[in-house]
Nanobody
Framework: VQLQASGGGLVQAGGSLSLSCSAS????????MAWFRQAPGREREFVAAIRPNGGTTYYADSAKGRFTISRVNAKNAMYLQMNNLKPEDAADYYC??????????????????WGQGTQVTVSS
């Protein structure tokens, strides 16, 4: 089982990036999925999550109104559209999948599968 995150890069403040997460060895349609991020010297933090059917989404306050999480189960993929990026959004972004109960949807421990990080750098 492998999750693969991609799409990170360098962008100016106010710019946009789109991250993708694909899976091999795992059918994502049965799993809740999420994005977390971790900046140097900081703990991993929740960014956004989406339920298996895509009908329910969750966002960190820092992401609301700027980021959009989505998924296309037919492609076994999940996405994070990030707009109006700020320097404080700079971090390694990780995708995760799990059979996650609601109370754990914002917690890293709620997810059993993790991808490697993709680095997002935002210049001011």
């Amino acid at each position: 089982v492998q999750l693969q995150a991609s799409g990170g890069g360098l962008v100016q403040a106010g710019g946009s990036l789109s991250l993708s997460c694909s899976a091999s060895g795992l059918t994502l349609s049965g799993y809740s999925m999420a994005w977390f991020r971790q900046a140097p010297g900081r703990e991993r933090e929740f960014v956004a999550a989406i339920r298996p059917n895509g009908g329910t989404t969750y966002y960190a306050d820092s992401a609301k109104g700027r980021f959009t999480i989505s998924r296309v189960n037919a492609k076994n993929a999940m996405y994070l559209q990030m707009n109006n990026l700020k320097p404080e959004d700079a971090a390694d972004y990780y995708c995760a999948a799990g059979r996650t109960i609601t109370s754990e949807i914002r917690r890293a421990r709620g997810y059993g599968y993790w991808g490697q990080g993709t680095q997002v750098t935002v210049s001011s």
